[in-house]
């Protein structure tokens, strides 16, 4: 299986920061990436997909780079309703991988 | 808009089957750009895919849980379902339903755009 590693498993920030999260993917994954922004109690929301490209809707604060192995999600001005946990997702492989997961926290 | 939802029992007992069941309103699951999925959350922990299924029956699963999972469909009810067979206190979890798109032979799925609300299942005696 393709194992995805995030980065850091948290962070604390301020409205207004820009907020950065990593993703390395265990082997290389073209741009076969999601990103998800999961709230408590809430189903995952996808955000980009195909590394980079915004899913409908979806504030355009919100960016998404890389392929190969390494990625990137890009909040460029937190809001408050971004304070959330948010998920890579591997569909390169039929078996399908998430990573660990990174909780945004108000600091 | 299509929604998708999730029902079945909230209390499981061990070694005995998790029955779920997605119910699919507002398009239909015969739909030759979609697979349905399943995916479950343990309390506090990641996200875990369990399999999907397209509309002809076609089915992809978790090696990890393989021996255990079967996924279902009903084009009649526009219905998709999961079983899970021998559980334990390990398979308590959140379970949602999503939709994803599937690209083609290689690259076989394309990312969960529409999930449900999820549901609750706890494996206890």
């Known amino acids: 299986a393709i194992r995805m590693t995030q980065s850091p498993s948290s962070l604390s920030a301020s409205t207004g920061d820009r907020v950065t999260i990593t993703c390395r993917a265990s082997q290389g994954i073209s741009s076969y990436l999601a990103w998800y922004q999961q709230k408590p109690g809430k189903a995952p929301k996808l955000l980009i997909y195909?590394?980079?490209t915004l899913q409908s809707g979806v504030p355009s604060r919100f960016s998404g780079s890389g392929s190969g192995t390494d990625f990137t999600l890009t909040i460029s001005c937190l809001q408050s309703e971004d304070f959330a946990t948010y998920y890579c997702q591997q569909y390169y492989s039929y078996l399908l991988t998430f990573g660990g997961g990174t909780k945004v926290e108000i600091k | 808009q299509l929604q998708l939802q999730e029902s079945g029992p909230g209390l499981v007992k061990p070694s005995e089957t998790l029955s779920l069941t997605c119910t699919v309103s507002g398009g239909s699951i015969s739909s030759s750009s979609y697979y349905w999925g399943w995916i479950r959350q343990p309390p506090g922990k990641g996200l875990e895919w369990i399999g999907s299924i397209y509309y002809s029956g076609s089915t992809y699963y978790n090696p990890s849980l393989k021996s255990r999972v079967t996924i279902s469909v009903d084009t009649s009810k526009n219905q998709f379902s999961l079983k899970l067979s021998s559980v334990t206190a390990a398979d308590t979890a959140v379970y949602y339903c999503?939709?994803?798109?599937?690209?083609?032979?290689?690259?076989?799925?394309?990312?969960?755009?529409?999930w449900g609300q999820g549901t609750m299942v706890t494996v206890s005696s």
């Open positions: 999503a939709r994803h798109g599937t690209i083609g032979v290689v690259i076989i799925f394309d990312a969960f755009d529409i």
């Open positions: 195909a590394a980079s």
